[in-house]
Nanobody, 115 residues
Framework: QVQVVESGGGLVLAGGSLRLSCVAS????????MAWYRQAPGKQRELVAT???????NYGDSAQGRFFILGDNVQNLVYLQLDSLKVEDTGVYYC?????????WGQGTQVTVSS
């Protein structure tokens, strides 16, 4: 059974940084792609960034120029570096792993940015 676990969330002042981590485990596999999504209170979940097993990355509009995704498809790890954080970046950040045709979600990690 594939498990996806995020870590690294917390409370930070506006302008600060956080680094989120996510690991997929529970089998002999390598991910096809991994992604970070976020959901702010009262809003729909939105894509933040994705990384393919090739290393190719893609970013949502809100992440452009401020966030950086890095994947390790040997260890099934993905990191999301959050820089220049804004209050509106507050939300629950979810990791999703695409493995062998299935998508597996973590429980999320809370990021709170205060002014």
């Amino acid at each position: 059974q594939v498990q996806v676990v995020e870590s690294g969330g917390g409370l930070v002042l506006a302008g600060g940084s956080l680094r989120l981590s996510c690991v997929a485990s529970g089998g002999n596999f390598r991910y096809n792609s991994m992604a970070w999504y976020r959901q702010a209170p009262g809003k729909q979940r939105e894509l933040v960034a994705t990384v393919a097993n090739s290393g190719r990355t893609n970013y949502g509009d809100s992440a452009q120029g401020r966030f950086f995704i890095l994947g390790d498809n040997v260890q099934n790890l993905v990191y999301l570096q959050l820089d220049s954080l804004k209050v509106e970046d507050t939300g629950v950040y979810y990791c999703a792993a695409n493995i062998d045709g299935g998508t597996y979600w973590g429980q999320g990690t809370q990021v709170t940015v205060s002014s």
